[in-house]
Structure formats: C-alpha cells, structure tokens
C-alpha cells in the first residue's frame, strides 16, 4: 500500500512562510489519475482541502489559499511540498497529505497529519 508521511517544522512565526514535505512511498506520485492533496483542520473546523498536484505535475489550489499557496515536487524524492505564506495565528492546524480521486479531501490514503503552530 502507498505510504504518505510529512515532514516540516511544528511552529512558524506570523508573517513567514510554512513549507511542508510530503514523502510517498509505496507507490508513484507520477502514477496517472491520482490526485496528490494537501489538507488541513483546526479545532472545531471540518476538512479543508488546500490544494494538489496531479500526476503530470499541473496544480490546483482553493480559491480562498491560491494567492498564498504553492504546490513543488520532486519527483526523484516522489516528494511533493507546501509553500503557505504570509501565515496567521489562523493557519494553526493539523496538516495533512493524502491521495484521492478527485480535489476534495474525500482521499482514500492519508498521512499521518503534523500539528502546525503559528505563533511569535
């Protein structure tokens, strides 16, 4: 089965720039019709999906984060990361990368999720 797990740092001050790093294993980032997400939840918050990145490399992003999100990846790492800038106290959340079918976060394998602060 694919393996998601992220990695990046758990508190980020106001103003800079999150960068997280989802590293797959068990299977192809490059693997056709799969979609590659990004998503998030904070406390007493429902999913949200954040963005992806599809098998060819083309992006997609929630209308409410494009202008401040960017989705990178390494192919040769089958990694794909996070950029969120300029970041706010609301931002704190459990973030989390998963697979799915479509841009949603209805995805059928998920990372583990990694607590994000953001805090001076």
């Known amino acids: 089965q694919v393996q998601l797990q992220e990695s990046g740092p758990g508190l980020v001050k106001p103003s800079q720039t999150l960068s997280l790093t989802c590293t797959v294993s068990g299977g192809s980032i490059t693997t056709i019709y799969y979609y590659w997400s990004w998503i998030r939840q904070s406390p007493g918050k429902g999913l949200e999906w954040m963005g992806a990145?599809?098998?060819?490399?083309?992006?997609y992003y929630s209308p409410s984060l494009k202008r401040r999100m960017f989705i990178s990846w390494d192919t040769s790492k089958n990694q794909f990361s996070l950029h969120l800038s300029s970041v706010t106290p609301k931002d704190t959340a459990v973030y989390f990368c998963?697979?799915?079918?479509?841009?949603?976060?209805?995805?059928?394998?998920w990372g583990q999720g990694t607590q994000v602060t953001v805090s001076s």
């Open positions: 990145i599809d098998s060819s490399g083309s992006t």
């Open positions: 998963a697979r799915g079918n479509d841009l949603s976060f209805e995805a059928d394998k």
